[in-house]
């Protein structure tokens, strides 16, 4: 249901607060306040993963038996499991040379290791990001300078060209598909190239996700992505470095561990002509993934597109529940053009200018006190929250940032709910938000 301002006022003078909580929508579950009106409540586990495919617990116990779990333990002429997986990680997002680690931070590392970053060098990166960016920034030796990030959650290409043209001795341009979402790419491409600053891409969050027909990773030189717990694909930790530079995979995968001729055991590397001194040049960071994790992450890959359908298709009609019932009160981030592939595992919104801090925690409490815990990025303890980055802290103000995060909510979509689930909470969004406007309408 959709109120005017009007509306609001009338209703709730003449019945009261809950009248303005309404349920148009069907809910499994449901509780009843002190007013006797029903409100919808979640009871399902907003942190529930996905669970990884029968097919893995196989091969997985055959690894467990071996105990072969270290990816360069295997016969000559072998392939190990890291390297099969490899091979199916490159083939899905279309890149030549891949390179499993431990972690989608260690690939954001050595995206700048491997890319020319030299001590203390700049890079430009999105103020709206994971803590773990301007970690690995710090992590490579390099000092974060960050971009405004817009009310659609990406990077500015406005104030992108303002930052690279104030540091004209930064080289590098690190840009975060934050929650899935890209920003311009052709645009961030053409201000980079202007000013002789390399691109990469953190993909963390974008497996999947495609711009204009090529997976995400490709505007840029190399790219990372991950298979931490919550991503598309689940190792509890790990991430892959990807790239067609043959001179940045080859140093990824000695700084990872293949010293010695230990990259003769991987089947996504260039030749050995491009190792050509690396392993006594360059140290061993020991950031190799293992088999086990290699072994867990292969049979997701071959569900990640009915997946994806799934995560759109409720994504969609979530939105459109929103937009029709509380669209005067909030804004759902728009995708860019040029995304034509996207993928919507978690969903966001701005709550507009009328909410004020004091409304922004009390809708956020009413989520949670049915059941719907809602993030806000730009909470105090939030590490997404450039303000927590005491590490790698910003210089200058972000104005467009910080407004944006004081009203973006967040909220994640697990796959193995059922669809009644999601009904329940687009019914708690709503209602939540009508609750706290019925509150103030008479202030």
């Not at 586990?45 to 779990?69: C, H, Q, S, W």
């Not at 994790?293 to 969609?316: D, F, G, H």
């Amino acid at each position: 249901m959709h109120f005017t301002k009007l509306a609001v006022f009338s209703l709730v003078a003449l019945t009261g607060a809950e009248a303005l909580l309404t349920n148009p929508m069907k809910s499994s579950t449901s509780t009843t306040t002190p007013f006797g009106v029903d409100r919808a409540y979640v009871t399902r586990d907003i942190k529930t993963p996905d669970p990884v495919p029968e097919e893995a617990y196989e091969e997985t116990l055959g690894l467990l038996k071996t105990g072969r779990m270290y990816r360069y333990n295997i016969a000559p002429g072998e392939k190990s499991v890291v390297s099969m997986c490899e091979e199916e990680v490159a083939a899905y997002t279309g890149h030549k040379y891949c390179v499993a680690l431990n972690s989608c931070g260690s690939a954001l590392m050595l995206l700048l290791k491997t890319s020319g970053l030299e001590p203390g060098g700049k890079v430009i990166s999105n103020a709206f990001t994971f803590g773990a960016v301007p970690s690995a920034i710090e992590h490579a030796g390099g000092k974060a300078v960050y971009v405004e990030s817009n009310y659609d959650h990406v990077m500015c290409p406005d104030d992108l060209e303002k930052k690279l043209t104030a540091n004209p001795d930064c080289k590098h341009v690190l840009i975060s598909h934050m929650r899935g979402k890209v920003a311009d790419m052709d645009k961030i491409k053409e201000i980079s190239d202007k000013h002789g600053a390399t691109l990469l891409e953190d993909c963390a969050h974008s497996l999947g996700v495609q711009w204009q027909g090529k997976h995400t990773g490709h505007v840029g030189v190399a790219c990372g992505i991950s298979s931490q717990s919550y991503k598309m694909i689940n190792s509890g930790e790990g991430g892959f470095l990807l790239t067609d530079d043959p001179d940045i995979a080859a140093k990824t995968a000695v700084y990872a561990g293949a010293y010695e001729k230990l990259s003769t055991k991987h089947t996504t590397v260039p030749g050995l002509e491009h190792f050509e001194g690396l392993p006594t040049s360059l140290p061993n960071y020991s950031l190799r993934m293992s088999n086990l994790a290699a072994s867990v992450i292969r049979p997701q890959m071959k569900t990640l597109e009915p997946r994806i359908e799934l995560y759109n298709k409720r994504y969609w009609k979530i939105v459109k529940v929103l937009e029709e019932r509380i669209g005067e009160h909030i804004q759902i981030p728009e995708d860019t053009p040029g995304m034509n592939v996207p993928v919507h595992d978690s969903i966001q919104w701005n709550l507009k200018s009328h909410f004020t801090p004091e409304m922004t925690q009390e809708f956020l409490e009413e989520c949670g006190a049915h059941g719907l815990p809602v993030e806000l990025f730009g909470h105090k303890s939030n590490a997404r929250n450039f303000i927590n980055w005491g590490f790698a802290p910003a210089e200058e103000p972000l104005p467009m940032t910080a407004d944006m995060l004081a009203r973006a909510c967040d909220c994640r979509m697990p796959l193995m709910w059922d669809d009644e689930d999601f009904d329940d909470m687009a019914n708690v969004i709503c209602e939540s938000i009508e609750s706290v406007l019925a509150k103030h309408s008479d202030q």
